[in-house]
């Protein structure tokens, strides 16, 4: 009953669907990711080489909470380097029926990875959910615009 707590270790990337996927890691790992980072003139880390690349498996928010026996998730903390939208369409049966009462998600302003969604379309997403935008933190300029922040939802 109520809350359990899942185990404390967990090797596994979050997705849209369950696959296995490649996931690159850069030599800065802050900048790790499952998509490549966009060769666009605005995107200061578009020469950041790699390091490697891995065959990893992708499971869903929904899959991992079923699979653990969560019936709630306080806050689902989303920063996974411009894969942040398909990480939430793998939570939808969650935030459709309000498992989910909070999402803090890195959305970027700037074209930083290759496929990334705009930061309209997740606003759009988690609007779709009942989830509102609270406020923006960890803003990140690009000269005088913003160029990625963390922005905290939460249910009406």
């Not at 030599?27 to 966009?38: I, Q, T």
């Amino acid at each position: 009953m109520g809350h359990q707590q899942p185990k404390a270790d967990h090797k596994v990337a979050l997705g849209e669907i369950q696959e296995e996927r490649e996931f690159i890691n850069y030599k800065d790992s802050c900048l790790s990711s499952l998509l490549p980072l966009e060769d666009d003139a605005e995107n200061r880390f578009r020469n950041m080489k790699e390091a490697r690349r891995e065959k990893v498996l992708v499971n869903t928010v929904d899959a991992f909470s079923e699979l653990n026996h969560l019936d709630k998730i306080d806050l689902l903390k989303v920063d996974t380097q411009g894969f942040d939208l398909n990480v939430l369409k793998g939570a939808h049966t969650s935030l459709k029926s309000r498992k989910i009462q909070n999402v803090l998600v890195e959305i970027n302003f700037v074209k930083m990875y290759s496929g990334q969604a705009s930061p309209f379309e997740i606003i759009h997403f988690l609007g779709e959910h009942d989830l509102r935008l609270v406020d923006y933190y960890e803003k990140c300029r690009v000269g005088f615009h913003l160029g990625w922040c963390s922005a905290l939802f939460s249910l009406k």
